[in-house]
């Protein structure tokens, strides 16, 4: 059975979303457990009883717009922090949130702890492209700065993710650049460069430009947390844009338009579809010694069935373990 | 009489774009001069002749492959080189090249050269946002690693010509960072912030997510080169990929699809429009003694004219004479 501590509490949309998302996931998923940290009251009225679903009462919570560390510390009782705590004790498997971010990088780090020999774990997403199959990504900004040999970590992370969870067999991974050249980008690309063209074991396939991203041209991509980050945002926000571009240029093209737009619903929503993060499950603070998996703020049910597959199968395929086997060698 | 020197051999559509992009503004401006400098028997057969249009025939041009700094060290008579050369010799005011970006830089910087105190000259383009008002970024990629201070001289740079090209009263200036909290960022942000903050002449607004950039937050958005073309080439891409998405959705939606699109196509070219980085005009290399301005490389005519546009408005404002006369009092 695979335990999975569920933070109820956080999300924008918590806790409706999580405990609907929960009654779906645990229908579905036959092999899963899940423990859910948060409000008995507030949870009650959604969740479907079931023997595999265990409220652990707490009224304590981190709001989305407190100071991650500062949180931490001082709300011992918080959902989040009470999830990731029975990690750390053998009570779960793995921890999920739609809550505050840093507050769950800081939880995973202090509370569930690093796995020997990661030194900065690193955020990781599987984004989708064009062709559906989609990449990992990682740092996404679990970390402000970073070193080369944290850049060369992440390539070996990214590699065992999409092998893994994601069932690759020999992923390609790319050093997110500015330019596809050997000697291109600051001092840390051009370390990290030769760090991963020295390593036999990785399928380094270059340098590759932030244009290529969506086009599928790596499995993995690796940058550093604030590139990541400001890149990760950008897709979000750009994609964002040109669909309420394409809202408003109907908007104001008139009936010929309006009809037009009706016609291409199905199309305009298998568009939707595709771009949808969402259904790709959640990000997850990879490099610790438990699946610590953060779920859109802004996640509905849906979501969060597909979050609780991502754990599942991050449990079911022991990446964790792997890692720390990976890793111990390394030392 | 503003004289332009203007690479015609540079960019995917060389020289025709470039020519008919000439002949074009040179009628709707009549207080421009062209210098055009490339091939003859290539550049003539797309001429209008017109008296304030002249050919400085030249048969070496620089490729868009090859190593930026080599090839204008070594190819002196390259069209691009001949331009530039025509600004330091003073023969002409501007330059204007659709080709090699890395050799124009070079070319930039090593034959126009900086403005006194100056430290590192940043590409600047004003890029779209969703309500038309567009807004200014810098350093796009003219660096690979910069320093507080450089970002520093962005935002007295970025100011400035937003303040004189785009006639904007008192630009809001905001750092691209990863958060918007003061606190945020790695140390290049932290300490570009406290010198942001601390200088009374600057409309600082703060920190700025990429998430927002689109959304029209800041007049003037700083960055650092690596970071600056990271995001610069996820706004591209994420583009291109959202609209081939739209394409596919439409295609694969049967006939019913094929008709709304049909009844939609006005909205769609609207659509495209707004996405259109080149109505805005081209890439400045600015911080240099004399306007030294990149057209997309895949310029068409139409870009080719908003790109003279451009240069004669920063000639018409001074904007490069101003921006000495601040630098001069800085040091």
Do not use: C, W
């Amino acid at each position: 059975m695979k335990r999975i501590a569920v933070d109820a509490m956080g999300g924008d949309y918590a806790p409706q979303a999580i405990v609907e998302g929960v009654n779906q996931a645990i229908e579905l998923y036959k092999d899963i457990e899940v423990q859910l940290y948060g409000d008995e009251a507030k949870i009650k009225p959604y969740l479907k009883e079931n023997p595999r679903i265990r409220i652990v009462h707490t009224e304590e919570k981190i709001d989305s717009d407190e100071e991650p560390a500062k949180a931490i510390r001082r709300k011992k009782q918080a959902s989040m922090v009470l999830a990731a705590k029975a990690v750390k004790d053998g009570q779960a498997d793995a921890v999920l949130s739609a809550g505050n971010t840093g507050a769950l990088l800081a939880a995973g780090l202090f509370v569930v702890g690093r796995i020997k020999g990661v030194e900065r774990p690193g955020l990781l997403s599987t984004l989708p492209t064009r062709d559906g199959q989609g990449f990992d990504m990682l740092d996404l900004g679990a970390n402000a700065e970073n070193t080369p040999h944290h850049l060369y970590q992440y390539a070996v992370l990214g590699a065992f993710y999409a092998k893994h969870v994601r069932g690759l067999t020999n992923p390609r991974i790319g050093l997110l650049n500015n330019g596809t050249e050997e000697t291109k980008g600051d001092s840390l690309r051009k370390e990290t460069y030769q760090l991963l063209v020295a390593d036999p074991n990785l399928n380094f396939i270059g340098n590759i430009e932030a244009r290529e991203l969506l086009n599928g041209v790596a499995d993995v991509v690796v940058a550093d947390g604030f590139v990541g980050n400001a890149v990760l945002k950008t897709i979000e926000g750009t994609a964002m844009s040109v669909m309420s571009q394409l809202k408003s240029a109907i908007a104001s093209g008139g009936l010929r338009a309006k009809l037009g737009a009706l016609l291409l619903k199905p199309s305009l929503y298998r568009l939707k579809d595709s771009l949808d993060y969402s259904s790709a499950g959640g990000a997850v603070l990879f490099g610790l010694k438990a699946p610590v998996v953060k779920a859109h703020g802004s996640s509905d049910a849906k979501s969060i069935v597909s979050t609780l597959r991502q754990i599942r199968t991050m449990l079911e395929t022991d990446v964790v373990g792997q890692s720390v086997q990976e890793f111990s060698e390394e030392e």
